[in-house]
């Protein structure tokens, strides 16, 4: 199936920070998500971008399908931005492979 | 609208019971799809339906096994439990357009977190 790195593993950002979080895959897809989980389990989806760039508040997400790889830009970092970050593609038929996520932590 | 509806929300079973978790998909949304989240294996797709059909299943034994009703409402089932099991286990709903795989966003329920003593 398809692989998907995330990177980088974990990151610490003091609040109203910005941050870039890539997401490689190792094939073609014709789409990826970006899921936000937040520290009681809950998944959310942030954005479905096939290609191109959106924009979602204080976050946005670039997918280059050529090229394999997604980012996630988080400005103005808050608190409540704190959680993992997975993004995920199409394996075969109806499924998603997940990458391992990025853990970030927002501190006051 | 109402999200995805997941219960229960928690359970604590012993090795070997079996059981049950339900999932709600949003209104309209008919295909409903099943993750299990550990933090060793992070997360991993169980098996997918769409009007009762089951599409795509993932690299699960058979003690793993699910279903959708007339109303898209779905139940996974897993018998002779084993410690392993315990995990989160998503449901997830999407607003399937006519094609191939996956081509809308999912929308995941809040998870029942099992655990297996």
């Known amino acids: 199936g398809i692989q998907v790195e995330q990177s980088p593993p974990d990151l610490i950002l003091q609040e109203g920070a910005n941050s870039t979080l890539r997401c490689n895959f190792s094939?073609?897809?014709?789409?990826l998500q970006w899921f936000h989980q937040n520290p009681w389990g809950q998944l959310i989806n942030l954005f479905y971008?096939?290609?191109g760039t959106k924009q979602n508040g204080g976050l946005s997400a670039t997918t280059v399908a050529t090229e394999r790889y997604s980012l996630l830009y988080i400005s103005s970092s808050q608190t409540t931005d704190s959680g993992v970050y997975f993004c995920?593609?199409?394996?075969?038929?109806?499924?998603?492979?997940f990458g391992k996520g990025t853990s970030l932590l927002v501190t006051p | 609208k109402a999200g995805v509806t997941q219960t229960p929300r928690y359970l604590i079973k012993t090795r070997g019971q079996q059981v049950t978790l339900s999932c709600s998909p949003i209104?309209?949304?008919?295909?409903v799809s099943w993750y299990q989240q550990t933090p060793g294996q992070g997360l991993q797709f169980l098996f997918e339906y769409f009007s009762e059909t089951q599409r795509n299943k993932g690299n699960f034994p058979g003690r793993f096994s699910g279903r959708q009703f007339s109303n898209s409402r779905s139940e996974m089932n897993v018998s002779t439990l084993e410690l392993g099991d315990s995990a989160l286990y998503l449901c997830a709903s999407s607003l399937w357009v006519m094609g191939e795989g996956i081509n809308s966003p999912l929308h995941f329920g809040n998870g029942t977190r099992l655990t297996v003593t």
């Open positions: 971008i096939p290609s």
């Open positions: 094939d073609s897809v014709n789409n």
């Open positions: 209104s309209g949304h008919r295909s």
């Open positions: 995920a593609v199409p394996n075969s038929g109806y499924a998603l492979n």
